[in-house]
């Protein structure tokens, strides 16, 4: 584990993640063991080859159905949005040409259950707000620290995905996410992605106009089943997921390099149906990095 870790585990967060965690494939309950290092060393390969880690059977087997049962229950309280939407979240732009990729719209029909309407008592929040999982994390992604999102509905969030809704290819607005899969669909709703199509000063319009018309050549795959993690640069590569059979759910753990990372006001609108205080307050900070979104 990092020497500059400040995150300081409590006997609560250990004993919680006892309950949780796959704790003979996944030792975070020893950080500084051989086994622990080994582990943290494959994801950090695997981020650094496509930006995208896959930790499989990362939830206890015991626990799965608990998961499974308390987001099925979540459900129905996700705010459905429906609108045809840019791989950027942005309004049209006529000045562009017509087959520019930020007048590239998509249906985007599924809906998010925010995190304020999840119990901390439920098994993602638990493991969300866990330090050692966080000490973890960090560690996978080669940080001293990261943050809980700051975002008051966003911060942590459940996908709902019946059957026949879309989630489109687009872009996050953080740098990295995580992602625990909740309910598997019974067919399809793979995870789809491209690798780093773009960077910091370049959008890679051209590579991306190849995807969004069809080109599966920069498409990579992953199947993700209930109780799998996934560790994702979702700001750099493209991503969506793909047609499915059967309600899909996935809960995504909204972490940031740094401290009050909160979600723009007309896409917090959008994608969760309303907003708060803090996203006003917050809308006037500009990202640094210069991308489109």
């Known amino acids: ?58 939830i206890q087997d015991a626990v799965k159905e608990q ?15 429906e609108n045809q939407v ?6 049209d732009d006529p000045s562009l040409p017509a087959d520019h ?17 999840i119990g901390t008592d439920k098994v993602i929040y638990k493991l969300y707000s866990n330090p050692i999982f966080q000490n973890f994390i960090a560690d996978c992604l080669g940080e001293e ?10 911060g942590l ?21 995580v992602s625990l899969m909740t309910k598997r669909p019974t067919e399809g709703g793979d995870f789809e992605y491209c690798p780093g199509i773009r960077e910091v000063g370049n959008e890679n319009f051209d590579n991306v106009k190849r995807v969004l018309n069809g080109d599966r050549d920069l498409v990579k795959t992953l199947t993700l089943n209930t109780g799998d993690l996934q560790l994702f640069k979702g700001r750099f590569s493209m991503h969506r997921v793909a047609p499915a059979k059967g309600q899909r759910l996935c809960a995504i753990l909204g972490y ?11 896409r917090t609108k ?7 205080q803090a996203h006003i307050d917050a809308e006037n900070n500009r990202r640094s990095d210069g991308l489109a979104d």
């Open 1 to 58: 584990m990092s020497e500059a870790t400040l995150v300081e585990p409590t006997q609560k967060a250990v004993e919680n993640l006892a309950q949780i965690v796959n704790l003979t494939d996944y030792p975070l309950d020893n950080p500084d063991s051989a086994a622990y290092a080994a582990v943290v060393k494959k994801l950090q390969e695997q981020l650094a080859e496509d930006g995208c880690a896959h930790l499989p059977g990362f």
């Open 67 to 81: 998961l499974q049962y308390e987001s099925e229950q979540l459900a129905p309280q996700a705010h459905y949005h």
């Open 86 to 91: 840019t791989p950027y979240a942005t309004a």
């Open 101 to 117: 990729p930020k007048r590239h719209f998509q249906a985007f029909t599924n809906g998010f259950v925010a995190k304020d309407i």
């Open 145 to 154: 620290r990261i943050y809980e999102y700051a975002d008051p509905i966003a």
């Open 157 to 177: 969030v459940i996908n709902v995905m019946p059957e026949s809704t879309t989630l489109p290819w687009h872009f996050d607005t953080n740098e990295f996410i």
């Open 256 to 266: 940031a390099k740094e401290p009050g990372m909160i979600g723009r006001v007309q």
């Open 270 to 276: 959008d994608v969760y149906g309303r907003v708060t």
